[in-house]
């Protein structure tokens, strides 16, 4: 329930990159030779993604905010409060309206179903139905997710609390992000040419 809408919309138009980029964290090392190429190339692009978040000084700098609360859940917190922003903000990224788009996202699943592992298979009935992609653009939204964040780790993250601090640092944490998206924008359209 972390950043997909970041991943799925950092995937271009092409969907078996976005349904690779979208599984990636459900398929361990190299299990994924199998997949047609595409997808293959979309958990690697979510793995290069990835890398480049957690060395990137903005967020380094948005995950200190959150540190002394939430320890090493901080980056995951920062995941899923930075996928708001995108939501929130989403007309400044796409002319596509973002339920269109969020429903859009929901076929290619359902028309690539068979290639999903288990876990995504078990989960993508409650995320279509919750919509969660869309309700990530909204404070009820978010909350939800950081609440069933915080059931996943058996309420040792402490997670459902971070809607405080979102609330606390709404305005600094939109400029970390509206500053490190676009850096990740740029990264990652050179990265899908190197691929």
Known sequence: MMNFLAH????DENEQIKIG?????????????????????GIKLHREIDHFTDTHKIVRKSKRRLHERYNHYDGVIIDILYDHYLAKNWPS?????????TQ?????????????????????PYMIQDDWLYNYGNLNGIEKV??????????????????????????????????????????????????
Request: hydrophobic letters at 35%; proline letters at 3%.
């Open 146 to 195: 950081l609440q069933g964040m915080n059931r996943r780790t058996k309420h040792k993250s402490q997670m459902h609390m971070a809607i405080e601090d979102l609330k606390l640092h709404y305005e600094i944490l939109k400029e970390d992000f509206e500053s490190f998206f676009q850096d990740l924008i740029t990264f990652t359209n050179a990265k899908l040419k190197e691929l």
């Open 8 to 11: 799925i919309y950092l995937s």
């Open 93 to 101: 990224y796409s002319n596509i309206p973002l339920k269109e788009y």
């Open 21 to 41: 980029n979208f599984i990636a964290d459900s398929i361990k090392g190299n299990n994924y030779t199998h997949l047609p190429d595409e997808i293959q190339k």
């Open 104 to 124: 859009n996202f929901y076929s290619i699943l359902h028309k690539n179903f068979d290639l999903l592992p288990d876990n995504v298979k078990k989960m993508m």
